[in-house]
């Protein structure tokens, strides 16, 4: 069983920066494909971000330019460094594992403020 743990959520002024983290269980976190989504009230879960076990970085274009996503392997761990974060940010923030099933963390909140 998968378990995933985020961390790093909070409340941000307009232009400023958070790291989020989730650290994953289990032995598969080096050939699954990884990835951070987010939710904002009203709306569906949108992509944010996604990374392969090779390296391969997939962004949504509105977060292009300010976000980026890593992985260490090492720690089991994904990031996700948010930069130049605006109101339109908002949003639950949820990690996600896929192989061969899909794995979601328990989302962290970040709150931009204007």
């Known amino acids: 069983q998968v378990q995933l743990v985020e961390s790093g959520g909070g409340l941000v002024q307009a232009g400023g920066s958070l790291r989020l983290s989730c650290a994953a269980s289990?032995?598969?976190?080096?050939?699954?494909?990884m990835g951070w989504y987010r939710q904002a009230q009203g709306k569906q879960r949108e992509l944010v971000a996604t990374?392969?076990?090779?390296?391969?970085?997939n962004y949504a274009d509105s977060v292009k330019g300010r976000f980026t996503i890593s992985r260490d392997s090492a720690k089991n761990t994904v990031y996700l460094q948010m930069n130049s974060l605006k109101p339109e940010d908002t949003a639950v923030y949820y990690c996600?594992?896929?192989?061969?099933?899909?794995?979601w963390g328990q989302g962290t909140q970040v709150t931009v403020s204007s």
């Open positions: 996600n594992l896929r192989y061969p099933y899909i794995y």
């Open positions: 990374i392969t076990s090779g390296g391969e970085i």
């Open positions: 289990g032995s598969i976190f080096n050939i699954a494909l």
